[in-house]
Each structure stands twice: as structure tokens, then as C-alpha cells.
């Protein structure tokens, strides 16, 4: 397993579960400082992300490019997939291609988390997962052209009501033949809706393609009530290689997340 940890570069979210919010260079210089392997990146756009100067700033560092997150669609512009008004729904869609391309030509996997969106009185459940299962079947297309997976986060229910824990995440996936999309563990977010975290990790098997390691109250590993032994213990069972990336506040201060991440990561060891 491999660690990673969040650099935004999105001003509307500074206040969000970020640790770098100064920019790409200083957040990879600083990633690179306290010995983590990689960075996920929160573009607000796909321009943010251009191939030649990342690249040369990713190897110069010796650093991995973890995963490319979507969520600044919503964020910034308020689009979702499963938003009541068509027009909404395909600039969505070109939104989340552009960074799934970006972050393909990296050799990195996109992320579709807050862009999945909620049904709505306009918009039934149903037919709100018929239209999440349509966008993310177009996504992993793409991605698959890039050699790469979609990953797929499962939101609490505070912010989403369409697919919360992982094993229903995974049946709709099954069910729609998109075996290429892989899903995106949140601990966060499972410390809210799994009942056991480490069972729900380890029921994913080869679906699970990333978790963002986050304690309890979506503080640094370290900082909320999480016990991430069994967890670990849960991931190794099904040989889990992927990242480990700290998707959390930059509290007390975001060298302080990101030094107690690193220090979590290391107990794993």
C-alpha cells in the first residue's frame, strides 16, 4: 500500500477535507518533504492539470499522481449527474471527461464522488440511478481508452441519497456490467454508514481501488476515535495495493494534518 495525501487547488474549497491549499508546486514540495509517495489532486478545472510541467514536477519529486477528484463540477458550477435539467446533466458529463482525460494522461484514475448528485421531486431514486449509471458508464469508457479505472465514492446519506455503503455500490456496478469502474473506500464516510468498517472494506475485494484515509471526524488519522488496525489488517486480507490518501481537514494546521497522517501511515507499517 501506498501513501498519498490532498492538494486543492480550488479557492471555494479551502475550508474543505484538504490538506494543501497553496498551490500544486508547494503542496507536491511539501508531500514530497514528509516522505509520502504520491498526491491527489483537486483541479477546479482540467486545464490545472497540464501534462509536460506535472509531469516534470511529479518525477522531479519522485512522486506518484494518486488520483484526479471531479468534485469542483458541483462545487464551483453546481452540476451533477442526476441534476433535473438536461443541459445540467450534459455539461456535467463534459466536465468529469475532460478531467478523466487529464488525469488519463497522467496515468491516473478520475474520482466521481459529489458529482453523482441526489434525487430530487423533479428527479425520483430510480431514475436517478439510471442516470448515475449512464454517466458513469460513458466516464469509465473513457477512462478505459487511458488504460485507467473510474473510481466510484459512496457518499454518507447527509449528502447524497442514491448509493451509500460499498456492497450496494457494488451490486449497481455488477448489475450494469462496469467492471472497469473500481470503488473508492472513504473511511469517513463508512465510519457513517458501515456497520463494520473492515468487513465492508474486505467484502469490496478487487473492486476496492482507493480509500481516503480519514479519521472519525474527518480529521487526520489519528485525531477522531477510528481503530485503523483492523482496517489495515482487512485491506491486506484481499491484497489491497493501492493509496492510502489523506482526504481531510488541514487541522490544526495543515502541516500538522498532513505530519500526522504520514506518522499513521507509518504505524500501519
Request: charged share 20%; net charge negative; with cysteine.
Amino acid at each position: 500500500m501506498q501513501s498519498a495525501v490532498t492538494v486543492c487547488l480550488v479557492p471555494e474549497a479551502r475550508q474543505g477535507p484538504f490538506v494543501f491549499h497553496d498551490g500544486l508546486e508547494a503542496g507536491c514540495r511539501a508531500a514530497a518533504a514528509l516522505g509520502f509517495d504520491a498526491v491527489e489532486v483537486f483541479p477546479a478545472q482540467a486545464a490545472d492539470l497540464p501534462r509536460e510541467p506535472l509531469v516534470r514536477l511529479l518525477e522531479g519529486l519522485g512522486l506518484g499522481l494518486a488520483a484526479v477528484g471531479t468534485g469542483a463540477g458541483w462545487l464551483r458550477h453546481g452540476l451533477s449527474f442526476t441534476h433535473a435539467d438536461a443541459d445540467v446533466r450534459g455539461r456535467a458529463l463534459d466536465f468529469c471527461l475532460g478531467i478523466v482525460d487529464a488525469a488519463g494522461a497522467l496515468g491516473a484514475p478520475a474520482i466521481i464522488g459529489s458529482m453523482q448528485g441526489r434525487s430530487s421531486p423533479a428527479l425520483p431514486r430510480e431514475q436517478a440511478l439510471e442516470r448515475l449509471g449512464d454517466a458513469i458508464g460513458s466516464l469509465a469508457a473513457r477512462a478505459a481508452r487511458h488504460g485507467q479505472p473510474l473510481l466510484y465514492e459512496p457518499l454518507n446519506r447527509y449528502e447524497t441519497d442514491l448509493l451509500n455503503r460499498q456492497a450496494d455500490a457494488a451490486a449497481f456496478l455488477a448489475e450494469r456490467g462496469l467492471d472497469t469502474v473500481r470503488l473508492l473506500g472513504d473511511l469517513f464516510h463508512m465510519n457513517i454508514e458501515e456497520a463494520d468498517v473492515a468487513a465492508a472494506l474486505e467484502g469490496c475485494g478487487g473492486r476496492l481501488g482507493h480509500v481516503h484515509w480519514a479519521d472519525s471526524n474527518r480529521r487526520a488519522m489519528g485525531f477522531g476515535h477510528t481503530d485503523p488496525g483492523p482496517v489495515v489488517a482487512a485491506l491486506r486480507r484481499i491484497g489491497y495495493q493501492g493509496h492510502l490518501s489523506a482526504e481531510v481537514f488541514p487541522l490544526p494546521s495543515s502541516q500538522a494534518a498532513a505530519e500526522r497522517t504520514i506518522a499513521s501511515l507509518r504505524d500501519t507499517a
